[in-house]
Protein backbone atom coordinates (compact mmCIF):
# COMPACT_ATOMS: atom_id res chain seq x y z
CA UNK A 1 0.00 0.00 0.00
CA UNK A 2 1.32 3.58 -0.99
CA UNK A 3 2.00 6.07 1.86
CA UNK A 4 0.05 8.29 0.45
CA UNK A 5 -3.25 5.97 0.59
CA UNK A 6 -2.38 4.66 4.17
CA UNK A 7 -2.17 8.57 5.03
CA UNK A 8 -5.50 9.22 3.81
CA UNK A 9 -7.18 5.82 5.62
CA UNK A 10 -5.61 7.22 9.03
CA UNK A 11 -6.97 10.75 8.47
CA UNK A 12 -10.21 9.33 7.20
CA UNK A 13 -10.24 7.02 10.42
CA UNK A 14 -9.12 9.90 12.81
CA UNK A 15 -11.66 12.28 10.83
CA UNK A 16 -14.26 9.38 12.08
CA UNK A 17 -12.98 9.01 15.46
CA UNK A 18 -13.06 13.04 16.22
CA UNK A 19 -16.76 13.00 14.87
CA UNK A 20 -17.44 10.46 17.40
CA UNK A 21 -15.92 12.31 20.38
CA UNK A 22 -17.68 15.87 19.55
CA UNK A 23 -20.90 13.88 20.04
CA UNK A 24 -19.47 13.05 23.34
CA UNK A 25 -18.77 16.90 23.65
CA UNK A 26 -21.95 17.91 22.71
CA UNK A 27 -23.62 15.77 25.03
CA UNK A 28 -21.29 17.02 27.69
CA UNK A 29 -21.69 20.63 27.36
CA UNK A 30 -25.19 19.50 27.55
CA UNK A 31 -24.82 17.67 30.73
CA UNK A 32 -23.35 21.11 32.32
CA UNK A 33 -25.70 23.47 31.23
CA UNK A 34 -29.29 22.30 30.50
CA UNK A 35 -29.72 18.99 31.06
CA UNK A 36 -32.57 18.16 33.31
CA UNK A 37 -31.30 16.39 36.53
CA UNK A 38 -33.41 13.26 35.61
CA UNK A 39 -31.66 12.92 32.47
CA UNK A 40 -28.69 12.37 34.36
CA UNK A 41 -28.65 8.13 34.05
CA UNK A 42 -29.73 8.11 30.30
CA UNK A 43 -26.84 10.79 29.47
CA UNK A 44 -24.02 8.13 31.41
CA UNK A 45 -25.28 5.40 29.19
CA UNK A 46 -24.74 7.19 26.13
CA UNK A 47 -21.79 8.50 26.81
CA UNK A 48 -20.32 5.40 27.82
CA UNK A 49 -21.44 3.68 24.53
CA UNK A 50 -19.74 6.47 22.40
CA UNK A 51 -16.74 6.04 24.73
CA UNK A 52 -16.85 2.25 23.89
CA UNK A 53 -17.06 3.00 20.32
CA UNK A 54 -14.08 5.68 20.07
CA UNK A 55 -11.27 3.13 21.86
CA UNK A 56 -13.37 0.33 20.07
CA UNK A 57 -12.26 2.36 16.78
CA UNK A 58 -9.11 3.69 17.68
CA UNK A 59 -7.53 0.56 18.94
CA UNK A 60 -8.16 -1.31 15.67
CA UNK A 61 -5.42 -3.13 14.36
CA UNK A 62 -5.89 -1.90 11.13
CA UNK A 63 -4.36 1.92 12.84
CA UNK A 64 -1.37 0.11 14.12
CA UNK A 65 -0.51 -1.59 10.66
CA UNK A 66 -1.46 1.75 8.67
CA UNK A 67 0.92 3.52 11.48
CA UNK A 68 4.00 0.81 10.74
CA UNK A 69 3.32 1.40 6.80
CA UNK A 70 3.42 5.26 7.34
CA UNK A 71 6.65 5.04 9.63
CA UNK A 72 8.40 3.11 7.24
CA UNK A 73 8.11 6.13 4.63
CA UNK A 74 9.10 9.48 3.52
CA UNK A 75 6.15 11.07 5.57
CA UNK A 76 8.44 11.02 8.56
CA UNK A 77 11.41 12.62 6.97
CA UNK A 78 11.12 15.82 8.43
CA UNK A 79 10.27 15.24 11.93
CA UNK A 80 8.86 19.22 11.91
CA UNK A 81 6.23 18.68 8.88
CA UNK A 82 2.78 18.18 9.92
CA UNK A 83 2.54 14.98 8.68
CA UNK A 84 5.64 13.10 10.31
CA UNK A 85 3.68 14.94 13.44
CA UNK A 86 0.68 13.61 12.71
CA UNK A 87 1.99 10.21 12.71
CA UNK A 88 4.29 10.52 15.69
CA UNK A 89 1.45 12.25 17.87
CA UNK A 90 -1.34 8.93 16.91
CA UNK A 91 1.32 6.52 17.42
CA UNK A 92 1.97 7.75 21.05
CA UNK A 93 -1.67 7.69 21.71
CA UNK A 94 -2.41 4.63 19.65
CA UNK A 95 -0.02 2.78 22.55
CA UNK A 96 -0.99 4.10 25.29
CA UNK A 97 -4.40 3.54 24.47
CA UNK A 98 -3.71 -0.08 23.83
CA UNK A 99 -1.05 -0.88 26.56
CA UNK A 100 -3.93 -0.25 29.36
CA UNK A 101 -5.72 -3.94 29.92
CA UNK A 102 -9.46 -3.67 29.82
CA UNK A 103 -10.03 -4.94 33.27
CA UNK A 104 -7.49 -2.09 34.96
CA UNK A 105 -9.29 0.76 32.67
CA UNK A 106 -12.56 -0.60 34.23
CA UNK A 107 -11.24 -0.64 37.91
CA UNK A 108 -10.24 2.74 37.60
CA UNK A 109 -13.30 4.18 36.06
CA UNK A 110 -15.89 2.02 38.78
CA UNK A 111 -13.14 3.14 42.15
CA UNK A 112 -12.90 6.96 40.90
CA UNK A 113 -16.51 7.24 40.47
CA UNK A 114 -16.62 5.78 44.05
CA UNK A 115 -13.88 7.76 45.47
CA UNK A 116 -15.71 11.20 44.04
CA UNK A 117 -18.53 9.99 46.01
CA UNK A 118 -16.66 9.61 49.04
CA UNK A 119 -14.51 12.78 49.30
CA UNK A 120 -17.70 14.96 48.52
CA UNK A 121 -18.78 13.03 51.91
CA UNK A 122 -15.10 13.28 53.27
CA UNK A 123 -14.97 17.18 51.91
CA UNK A 124 -18.52 18.41 53.51
CA UNK A 125 -17.71 16.31 56.94
CA UNK A 126 -14.18 17.81 56.99
CA UNK A 127 -12.79 14.40 57.64
CA UNK A 128 -10.01 12.77 55.90
CA UNK A 129 -9.91 9.95 57.37
CA UNK A 130 -12.99 8.70 55.66
CA UNK A 131 -11.17 9.27 52.21
CA UNK A 132 -7.61 8.23 52.89
CA UNK A 133 -8.97 4.05 52.28
CA UNK A 134 -10.34 5.75 48.82
CA UNK A 135 -6.56 8.02 48.41
CA UNK A 136 -5.14 4.58 49.37
CA UNK A 137 -6.83 2.52 46.33
CA UNK A 138 -6.81 5.20 43.40
CA UNK A 139 -3.23 5.48 44.54
CA UNK A 140 -2.23 2.21 43.49
CA UNK A 141 -4.10 2.15 40.79
CA UNK A 142 -2.32 5.67 39.18
CA UNK A 143 0.75 3.40 39.85
CA UNK A 144 -0.48 0.23 37.96
CA UNK A 145 -1.54 2.19 35.36
CA UNK A 146 1.98 4.02 35.05
CA UNK A 147 3.41 0.39 35.14
CA UNK A 148 1.10 -0.56 32.21
CA UNK A 149 2.45 2.55 30.04
CA UNK A 150 5.40 2.48 30.84
CA UNK A 151 8.22 5.09 31.78
CA UNK A 152 11.34 6.18 32.18
CA UNK A 153 12.80 7.37 35.43
CA UNK A 154 9.47 7.93 37.81
CA UNK A 155 5.96 6.68 37.58
CA UNK A 156 4.92 10.44 38.10
CA UNK A 157 6.25 11.13 34.29
CA UNK A 158 3.55 8.33 32.92
CA UNK A 159 1.14 10.00 34.08
CA UNK A 160 1.74 13.68 33.47
CA UNK A 161 2.45 12.69 30.19
CA UNK A 162 -1.44 11.71 30.11
CA UNK A 163 -2.06 15.80 29.95
CA UNK A 164 1.18 17.65 29.07
CA UNK A 165 2.72 14.68 26.17
CA UNK A 166 6.67 14.43 26.06
CA UNK A 167 7.03 16.28 29.07
CA UNK A 168 9.17 15.18 32.23
CA UNK A 169 9.23 15.57 35.54
CA UNK A 170 13.41 16.23 35.36
CA UNK A 171 12.41 19.14 32.67
CA UNK A 172 9.92 20.85 34.99
CA UNK A 173 11.27 20.56 38.61
CA UNK A 174 14.31 22.72 38.54
CA UNK A 175 11.94 25.74 37.12
CA UNK A 176 9.35 24.94 39.66
CA UNK A 177 12.33 24.95 42.66
CA UNK A 178 13.21 27.98 41.15
CA UNK A 179 9.91 29.63 40.57
CA UNK A 180 8.62 28.52 44.44
CA UNK A 181 11.76 30.55 45.77
CA UNK A 182 11.12 33.63 43.83
CA UNK A 183 7.16 33.48 44.72
CA UNK A 184 8.06 32.92 48.47
CA UNK A 185 10.15 36.40 48.16
CA UNK A 186 7.60 38.36 46.42
CA UNK A 187 4.81 37.05 48.49
CA UNK A 188 6.57 38.56 51.56
CA UNK A 189 7.53 41.66 50.10
CA UNK A 190 3.94 42.23 48.99
CA UNK A 191 2.47 41.40 52.71
CA UNK A 192 5.37 43.92 54.10
CA UNK A 193 4.42 46.29 52.04
CA UNK A 194 3.08 49.81 52.62
CA UNK A 195 0.39 50.31 50.23
CA UNK A 196 -2.87 47.72 50.35
CA UNK A 197 -5.27 47.94 47.60
CA UNK A 198 -8.83 48.59 48.35
CA UNK A 199 -10.95 45.69 46.96
CA UNK A 200 -14.37 46.59 48.47
CA UNK A 201 -14.99 48.50 44.82
CA UNK A 202 -15.13 45.26 43.29
CA UNK A 203 -17.20 43.99 45.86
CA UNK A 204 -20.44 46.17 45.52
CA UNK A 205 -23.11 45.65 43.21
CA UNK A 206 -22.90 44.50 39.75
CA UNK A 207 -25.71 43.85 38.21
CA UNK A 208 -25.69 40.07 36.45
CA UNK A 209 -26.77 41.42 33.29
CA UNK A 210 -25.11 44.72 32.68
CA UNK A 211 -22.07 41.92 33.04
CA UNK A 212 -23.25 39.34 30.76
CA UNK A 213 -23.40 42.50 28.26
CA UNK A 214 -19.96 44.28 29.54
CA UNK A 215 -18.04 40.30 29.42
CA UNK A 216 -19.87 39.71 25.63
CA UNK A 217 -18.15 42.63 24.50
CA UNK A 218 -14.64 42.00 25.70
CA UNK A 219 -14.92 38.37 24.49
CA UNK A 220 -15.80 39.92 21.21
CA UNK A 221 -12.77 43.00 21.39
CA UNK A 222 -10.67 39.74 21.94
CA UNK A 223 -11.70 38.06 18.68
CA UNK A 224 -14.18 35.61 19.93
CA UNK A 225 -16.29 34.87 17.47
CA UNK A 226 -20.40 34.59 18.46
CA UNK A 227 -20.77 33.17 15.19
CA UNK A 228 -18.59 30.30 16.03
CA UNK A 229 -19.15 30.59 19.68
CA UNK A 230 -21.91 30.74 22.45
CA UNK A 231 -21.90 32.23 25.71
CA UNK A 232 -23.81 30.28 28.67
CA UNK A 233 -24.10 30.06 32.46
CA UNK A 234 -22.24 27.31 34.66
CA UNK A 235 -21.34 26.52 38.05
CA UNK A 236 -17.92 25.21 37.04
CA UNK A 237 -16.83 27.81 33.68
CA UNK A 238 -15.35 25.61 31.42
CA UNK A 239 -14.87 25.69 27.38
CA UNK A 240 -15.52 23.20 24.65
CA UNK A 241 -14.24 23.08 21.05
CA UNK A 242 -16.76 21.03 19.55
CA UNK A 243 -15.19 21.32 16.03
CA UNK A 244 -15.03 23.15 12.74
CA UNK A 245 -16.92 26.37 13.83
CA UNK A 246 -18.61 25.41 17.02
CA UNK A 247 -16.94 26.56 20.03
CA UNK A 248 -18.38 26.95 23.42
CA UNK A 249 -17.80 28.38 26.46
CA UNK A 250 -19.57 29.68 30.10
CA UNK A 251 -19.22 31.37 32.75
CA UNK A 252 -20.39 32.10 36.43
CA UNK A 253 -21.72 35.42 37.61
CA UNK A 254 -21.68 36.84 41.16
CA UNK A 255 -24.06 39.86 41.85
CA UNK A 256 -22.02 40.94 44.30
CA UNK A 257 -18.28 40.59 42.37
CA UNK A 258 -17.53 42.11 39.04
CA UNK A 259 -13.72 39.65 39.30
CA UNK A 260 -15.81 36.55 38.71
CA UNK A 261 -17.63 36.38 35.61
CA UNK A 262 -15.03 38.77 33.82
CA UNK A 263 -12.32 37.28 33.71
CA UNK A 264 -13.77 34.25 33.81
CA UNK A 265 -14.90 34.90 30.70
CA UNK A 266 -11.56 36.34 29.54
CA UNK A 267 -9.93 33.26 30.36
CA UNK A 268 -12.08 31.15 29.26
CA UNK A 269 -12.45 32.75 25.67
CA UNK A 270 -8.72 32.98 25.71
CA UNK A 271 -9.07 29.09 25.40
CA UNK A 272 -12.02 29.01 22.82
CA UNK A 273 -9.65 31.62 21.29
CA UNK A 274 -7.04 28.71 20.72
CA UNK A 275 -9.78 26.67 19.46
CA UNK A 276 -11.27 28.84 16.87
CA UNK A 277 -7.66 29.35 15.90
CA UNK A 278 -6.78 25.60 15.25
CA UNK A 279 -7.13 24.29 11.62
CA UNK A 280 -10.17 22.25 12.36
CA UNK A 281 -11.44 23.08 8.44
CA UNK A 282 -8.78 20.88 6.80
CA UNK A 283 -7.22 18.60 9.43
CA UNK A 284 -10.62 17.82 11.69
CA UNK A 285 -9.42 14.96 14.09
CA UNK A 286 -5.52 15.47 13.13
CA UNK A 287 -3.19 15.68 16.07
CA UNK A 288 -2.23 18.86 13.66
CA UNK A 289 -5.65 20.06 14.46
CA UNK A 290 -5.54 19.63 18.30
CA UNK A 291 -4.03 21.39 21.11
CA UNK A 292 -0.32 21.25 22.00
CA UNK A 293 -1.21 20.20 26.17
CA UNK A 294 -3.10 21.22 28.42
CA UNK A 295 -0.09 23.30 29.79
CA UNK A 296 -0.09 24.87 26.18
CA UNK A 297 -3.77 25.44 25.97
CA UNK A 298 -3.76 27.11 30.00
CA UNK A 299 -1.62 29.72 28.64
CA UNK A 300 -3.29 31.25 26.28
CA UNK A 301 -6.45 31.53 28.69
CA UNK A 302 -3.80 32.79 31.82
CA UNK A 303 -2.79 35.34 29.02
CA UNK A 304 -5.78 36.67 28.39
CA UNK A 305 -7.10 37.13 31.81
CA UNK A 306 -3.64 38.36 33.62
CA UNK A 307 -1.66 39.47 30.88
CA UNK A 308 -3.97 41.29 29.15
CA UNK A 309 -7.25 41.49 31.34
CA UNK A 310 -5.44 42.51 34.59
CA UNK A 311 -2.84 45.19 32.66
CA UNK A 312 -3.36 48.89 32.81
CA UNK A 313 -3.01 49.81 29.40
CA UNK A 314 -6.11 47.16 28.82
CA UNK A 315 -8.53 49.11 31.25
CA UNK A 316 -6.94 52.73 29.80
CA UNK A 317 -9.84 51.94 27.18
CA UNK A 318 -12.02 49.64 29.01
CA UNK A 319 -12.35 51.35 32.65
CA UNK A 320 -14.23 54.46 30.82
CA UNK A 321 -16.68 51.92 29.19
CA UNK A 322 -16.87 50.10 32.69
CA UNK A 323 -17.60 53.18 34.21
CA UNK A 324 -20.79 53.95 31.67
CA UNK A 325 -22.00 49.91 32.31
CA UNK A 326 -21.72 50.29 36.10
CA UNK A 327 -22.69 53.63 36.89
CA UNK A 328 -23.22 53.55 40.57
CA UNK A 329 -20.56 51.05 41.86
CA UNK A 330 -17.87 52.38 39.50
CA UNK A 331 -18.54 56.20 39.56
CA UNK A 332 -15.81 58.34 41.52
CA UNK A 333 -13.50 55.47 41.25
CA UNK A 334 -10.18 56.04 40.29
CA UNK A 335 -8.21 54.27 37.39
CA UNK A 336 -5.81 53.37 39.58
CA UNK A 337 -7.63 52.46 42.40
CA UNK A 338 -9.67 49.93 40.16
CA UNK A 339 -6.71 48.21 38.76
CA UNK A 340 -5.12 48.13 42.21
CA UNK A 341 -8.34 46.10 42.93
CA UNK A 342 -8.66 43.51 40.72
CA UNK A 343 -5.05 42.64 41.06
CA UNK A 344 -5.13 42.32 45.19
CA UNK A 345 -3.05 40.02 46.55
CA UNK A 346 -3.93 37.71 49.46
CA UNK A 347 -2.18 34.25 50.53
CA UNK A 348 -5.64 31.96 51.00
CA UNK A 349 -6.29 28.77 51.59
CA UNK A 350 -8.67 27.89 48.77
CA UNK A 351 -6.85 27.54 44.56
CA UNK A 352 -9.68 27.73 42.80
CA UNK A 353 -9.73 31.42 44.46
CA UNK A 354 -6.52 32.04 44.62
CA UNK A 355 -5.04 35.67 43.30
CA UNK A 356 -2.33 35.62 40.15
CA UNK A 357 0.78 35.94 43.00
CA UNK A 358 -0.24 32.83 44.90
CA UNK A 359 -1.83 30.59 42.27
CA UNK A 360 1.32 28.63 41.22
CA UNK A 361 2.37 27.86 44.83
CA UNK A 362 -1.02 26.02 45.16
CA UNK A 363 -0.17 24.26 42.63
CA UNK A 364 3.55 23.25 43.37
CA UNK A 365 2.45 22.07 46.60
CA UNK A 366 0.37 19.47 45.02
CA UNK A 367 2.79 18.25 42.54
CA UNK A 368 5.34 18.00 44.96
CA UNK A 369 2.98 15.65 47.48
CA UNK A 370 1.44 14.17 44.59
CA UNK A 371 5.00 13.24 43.29
CA UNK A 372 5.84 11.71 46.77
CA UNK A 373 3.09 9.40 46.98
CA UNK A 374 3.31 8.12 43.35
CA UNK A 375 7.44 7.47 44.77
CA UNK A 376 6.11 5.51 47.69
CA UNK A 377 7.64 8.12 49.61
CA UNK A 378 4.79 9.74 51.14
CA UNK A 379 1.84 7.72 52.72
CA UNK A 380 -1.63 8.98 52.35
CA UNK A 381 -2.51 8.79 55.81
CA UNK A 382 0.48 11.42 56.04
CA UNK A 383 -1.04 13.58 53.40
CA UNK A 384 -2.46 16.19 55.99
CA UNK A 385 0.34 16.36 58.03
CA UNK A 386 2.65 16.81 55.15
CA UNK A 387 -0.13 19.17 53.65
CA UNK A 388 -0.20 21.68 56.29
CA UNK A 389 3.46 21.75 57.12
CA UNK A 390 4.31 22.97 53.60
CA UNK A 391 1.60 25.46 53.65
CA UNK A 392 2.61 27.37 56.63
CA UNK A 393 5.95 26.97 55.01
CA UNK A 394 5.05 28.25 51.48
CA UNK A 395 1.62 30.63 52.47
CA UNK A 396 2.76 31.74 56.16
CA UNK A 397 -1.05 30.54 56.98
CA UNK A 398 -2.00 27.56 59.46
CA UNK A 399 -4.31 25.08 57.77
CA UNK A 400 -7.26 24.48 59.84
CA UNK A 401 -9.53 21.98 58.24
CA UNK A 402 -8.60 19.58 55.87
CA UNK A 403 -11.78 20.15 54.02
CA UNK A 404 -9.94 23.64 53.17
CA UNK A 405 -6.30 21.70 52.94
CA UNK A 406 -5.66 18.50 51.35
CA UNK A 407 -9.58 18.19 50.58
CA UNK A 408 -10.67 21.12 48.60
CA UNK A 409 -9.83 19.35 45.50
CA UNK A 410 -11.66 16.25 43.21
CA UNK A 411 -8.53 16.28 41.11
CA UNK A 412 -7.13 13.10 43.35
CA UNK A 413 -10.48 11.12 44.22
CA UNK A 414 -11.02 11.55 40.28
CA UNK A 415 -7.71 10.04 39.07
CA UNK A 416 -6.21 13.05 37.73
CA UNK A 417 -2.87 12.46 39.06
CA UNK A 418 0.10 14.32 37.44
CA UNK A 419 -2.71 16.92 36.03
CA UNK A 420 -1.36 19.79 38.77
CA UNK A 421 1.50 21.19 36.86
CA UNK A 422 -0.29 21.58 33.64
CA UNK A 423 -1.81 24.88 35.70
CA UNK A 424 1.68 26.05 36.71
CA UNK A 425 2.99 25.37 33.36
CA UNK A 426 0.48 27.77 31.60
CA UNK A 427 1.04 30.14 33.68
CA UNK A 428 4.94 29.83 32.99
CA UNK A 429 4.26 29.60 29.21
CA UNK A 430 1.91 32.70 28.93
CA UNK A 431 4.31 34.55 30.16
CA UNK A 432 6.95 33.81 28.51
CA UNK A 433 5.18 33.99 25.04
CA UNK A 434 3.86 37.51 26.38
CA UNK A 435 7.11 38.52 26.74
CA UNK A 436 7.89 37.56 23.29
CA UNK A 437 4.88 38.71 21.70
CA UNK A 438 6.17 42.51 23.32
CA UNK A 439 9.28 41.95 21.65
CA UNK A 440 8.26 41.55 18.40
CA UNK A 441 5.45 44.57 18.93
CA UNK A 442 7.30 46.42 21.10
CA UNK A 443 3.89 49.15 20.74
CA UNK A 444 1.57 46.11 21.96
CA UNK A 445 0.70 47.78 24.97
CA UNK A 446 -0.43 50.87 23.62
CA UNK A 447 -2.23 48.88 20.82
CA UNK A 448 -4.45 47.52 24.26
CA UNK A 449 -4.55 51.22 25.39
CA UNK A 450 -6.57 51.85 22.11
CA UNK A 451 -8.71 49.17 22.73
CA UNK A 452 -6.74 47.02 20.02
CA UNK A 453 -6.11 43.28 21.04
CA UNK A 454 -6.44 41.86 17.18
CA UNK A 455 -3.03 42.13 16.58
CA UNK A 456 -2.33 39.83 20.07
CA UNK A 457 -4.57 37.23 18.54
CA UNK A 458 -3.02 37.14 15.51
CA UNK A 459 0.09 36.64 16.67
CA UNK A 460 -0.90 34.13 18.57
CA UNK A 461 -2.94 32.31 15.76
CA UNK A 462 0.64 32.31 13.68
CA UNK A 463 3.07 31.27 16.39
CA UNK A 464 0.81 29.16 18.41
CA UNK A 465 -2.66 27.95 17.32
CA UNK A 466 -2.51 26.93 13.79
CA UNK A 467 0.28 24.62 14.76
CA UNK A 468 -1.96 22.48 17.24
CA UNK A 469 0.34 19.58 18.31
CA UNK A 470 3.28 19.93 15.70
CA UNK A 471 5.18 20.57 18.44
CA UNK A 472 5.22 19.49 21.37
CA UNK A 473 5.14 22.05 24.39
CA UNK A 474 8.53 21.79 24.99
CA UNK A 475 9.42 22.39 21.68
CA UNK A 476 6.64 24.87 20.74
CA UNK A 477 8.26 27.12 23.44
CA UNK A 478 11.91 27.09 22.36
CA UNK A 479 10.85 27.52 18.82
CA UNK A 480 8.58 30.49 19.49
CA UNK A 481 10.52 32.15 22.11
CA UNK A 482 14.11 31.22 21.73
CA UNK A 483 14.24 29.84 24.88
CA UNK A 484 13.86 26.83 26.93
CA UNK A 485 11.10 27.23 29.63
CA UNK A 486 11.88 29.61 32.31
CA UNK A 487 10.57 30.92 35.83
CA UNK A 488 12.00 34.58 34.79
CA UNK A 489 9.83 36.23 32.35
CA UNK A 490 6.99 35.42 34.51
CA UNK A 491 8.31 36.69 38.24
CA UNK A 492 9.62 39.44 35.90
CA UNK A 493 6.51 40.45 35.16
CA UNK A 494 4.83 39.71 38.06
CA UNK A 495 7.48 41.59 40.24
CA UNK A 496 7.07 44.68 37.99
CA UNK A 497 3.00 44.71 37.98
CA UNK A 498 2.89 44.34 42.29
CA UNK A 499 5.66 46.81 42.83
CA UNK A 500 4.24 49.39 41.85
CA UNK A 501 0.87 48.25 42.95
CA UNK A 502 1.84 47.49 46.24
CA UNK A 503 4.99 50.25 46.24
CA UNK A 504 7.78 47.91 47.87
ZN1 LIG B 1 -8.31 27.14 31.98
Request: proline share 4%.
Amino acid sequence: MSAKKAYEELKQCCREISLLASCAGVLGWDERTYMPRGGANLRADQLSLLSGMIHEKFTDPRVGELLSTLEASDLVKDEDSPEAANIRETRHQFDKATKLPKDLVEEITKTTTLAQGEWVTARKNNDFKHFQPWLDKVLTLQIRKADAYGYVGEPYNALLDNYEVGATVDEIVDVFEKLRKELVVLLKKIKDAPKRPDVSIVERDYDVNLQKVFGESVAQAMGYSFETGRLDTTTHPFCTGLGPGDTRITTRYNPKRLNDALFGIMHEAGHGLYEMGLNKEEDFGMPTAESASLGIHESQSRMWENQVGRSKAFWKYFFPQAQRIFKESLSGVSLDDFYAAINNVTPSYIRVEADEATYNLHILLRFELERAMLKGDLKPADVPGEWNRRFKDYFGLEVKSDADGCLQDVHWSAGYMGYFPTYALGNLYSAQFFARAQKDMPDLMSQFEQGTLSNLRQWLKENIHQHGTRYRAAKLVQKVTGQPLSHQPLIDYMTAKFQEIYGF
